[in-house]
């Protein structure tokens, strides 16, 4: 090789060498002036970063111990957000500048707590000297979006309402567009929230969730240990409340939501899965009827409670198994102690829900089938119809076989007064249907040895009126089994609905009237019709 090519390859390599340090001076430069901007804008935000650090090969930025306490604020609970570590990855410039659309590679947020205050409000001029910086974007796109341990909470003055951690929340391609309306989309989903509690301030309860996680490729929720928990004893509930209201008791195990669709909850206001289901609940009710009732207004049937939920449901099966229902109660009318009734070993399904039918027919019906004993005694099967027309009618029919009546004396004494000393249940028939005003049907009954006996109101303790009872076994005869004529065992149901409680006490009060009806008035029709109050 001659001098002039090696002289010339080393001017050449010389001259790169040169360029190189200064694209990298030069980097260096400019990659120090956009940190020292980012940190004044952020600062001027109210966010403050320990470190930023900005890579333009790799067009990547990482803070680092990041806060944001907004100062200029009315309330003395702003909003709090603390982060340990943040990365947006992969922001392609050019496709920036050239269409306006913000795409990013990767977003990592990574151990961090979330405050929201429901007191908190800027000031009214806050924002007055803000200007629009004309940068025009019309859209955001993030390949991935991976968030880790966020302790998230929502605050109301000093209490802490509500309180979550977000474990792990990946998202794949979200995207935003800005225009005329704004339209998004989002790829796959996993996420997983630990220690949800929800107890808002002034509440009698506390809402709880172990965990629930969610992946939109299985279509699945799952929900471990879901509890609601009363924050006062049974005295304090009611004395505190100062009204009949319920004290609640419920853990669910687990809950597991099925062929979940919630792109549809979104887009449509939808919520649509395939089947929910609900192993071994435990539910417990507590109520003092000791203290007024009071409620101003009218509570709907099933299907149109269901249809003022702000979207619109579409599941084909709820499944509930083995589940233990108590609904306890401290009657005006009875002893000084509470009666209780439980529904045991409860199965239940519940099949056809759908509000999102524009024009439903008068066939189009969704039905509840449940299975249970009634106080680990009686053979309970119930078939509730509730239809998706308005114009339609609900319906209820069922059976209670094999029962031993003294089992419903820890009921019956402590709320009527009223005991059974012997009796057997062998079969009761229901069939009733019921609309926003009345409820009307029939029941028919075969039992056989049923004794009575009523106790006395001014003792505390169940001692036996033995007048009263006397007259009572005289009224109501022993045995009315198949052997009695059908007519004399049927019971007529004929009340109107109290539109101030839940459909539960019309199903409860549609057969205690039927019954009574079989008793007292031996299966004749009633001239009057009976309020159910």
């Not at 940190?39 to 970063?49: E, T, W």
Request: proline share 3%.
């Amino acid at each position: 090789m001659s001098k002039s090519p090696k002289r010339f390859l080393k001017i050449a390599g010389v001259v790169v060498l040169i360029l190189i340090a200064l694209i990298s001076v030069a980097g260096f430069w400019v990659t120090n002036r956009i940190e020292q901007n980012l940190d004044a804008s952020l600062r001027k935000a109210g966010i403050h970063v320990k470190k930023a650090r900005i890579s333009l090969w790799s067009r990547s930025v990482q803070l680092n111990d990041i806060t944001y306490l907004p100062s200029d604020s009315i309330g003395r609970y702003p909003h709090q957000l603390s982060v340990q570590y943040l990365s947006v990855e992969g922001v392609h410039v050019l496709h920036f500048l050239r269409k306006h659309e913000l795409i990013i590679s990767r977003l990592i947020v990574d151990e961090g707590t979330l405050g929201y205050s429901k007191n908190f409000k800027f000031k009214k001029d806050s924002t007055s000297g803000q200007q629009d910086s004309g940068l025009e974007i019309t859209g955001i796109r993030i390949r991935n979006i991976v968030i880790t341990n966020i302790a998230a909470s929502v605050m109301n003055d000093s209490v802490t309402e509500i309180s979550a951690t977000l474990h792990d929340l990946q998202i794949k391609d979200a995207h935003v567009s800005f225009g005329a309306d704004t339209t998004y989309s989002v790829g796959d989903v996993s996420t997983t929230v630990n220690n949800f509690t929800s107890s808002q301030k002034g509440s009698f309860h506390t809402f709880s969730l172990s965990s629930v996680s969610y992946n939109s490729r299985d279509k699945q929720i799952e929900a471990d240990l879901f509890r609601i928990t009363p924050k006062h004893s049974k005295t304090d509930f009611a004395r505190i409340a100062r009204i009949q209201k319920t004290r609640l008791e419920v853990e669910l195990p687990k809950i597991v939501v099925e062929g979940v669709e919630l792109e549809k909850l979104l887009t449509d206001h939808m919520l649509r899965a395939t089947r929910i289901t609900i192993p071994k609940p435990v539910v417990h009710a507590y109520r003092d009827k000791n203290y007024p009732f009071v409620r101003d207004w009218i509570m709907p049937l099933p299907i149109e409670g269901i249809r003022r939920i702000p979207f619109a449901v579409n599941i084909d099966s709820i499944l509930i198994y083995q589940a233990d229902i108590a609904y306890e109660e401290f009657s005006e009318k009875g002893l000084p102690q509470p009666g209780t009734i439980t529904f045991n070993k409860l199965d239940a399904s519940f099949a056809g829900l759908n509000t999102a039918l524009k024009t439903p027919g008068s066939k189009d019906f969704c039905t509840l089938v449940a299975d249970c004993y009634v106080m680990n005694s009686g053979a309970l099967h119930a078939t509730f119809r509730f239809p998706l027309n308005s114009q339609t009618n609900y319906q209820a029919f069922g059976s209670v076989r094999n029962m031993n009546l003294k089992s419903l004396n820890p009921s019956l004494g402590n709320l009527t007064r009223f005991e059974i000393a012997d009796g057997t249940l062998n079969e009761l028939y229901f069939n009733f249907s019921y609309n926003d005003e009345v409820s009307t049907g029939e029941v028919l009954i075969n039992y056989k040895d049923l004794k009575l006996q009523a106790l006395k109101k001014d003792k505390k303790y169940h001692e036996t009126n033995k007048f009263l009872t006397a007259a009572i076994n005289a009224i109501v005869k022993s045995d009315k089994d198949r052997s009695v004529d059908k007519s004399k065992r049927t019971g007529v149901i004929d009340i109107e609905r109290d539109k101030k409680r839940f459909v539960f006490q019309l199903w409860w009060k549609s057969i205690l009237d039927g019954l009574q009806s079989v008793f007292l008035n031996n299966g004749k029709k009633k001239k009057t019709r009976k309020r159910s109050s």
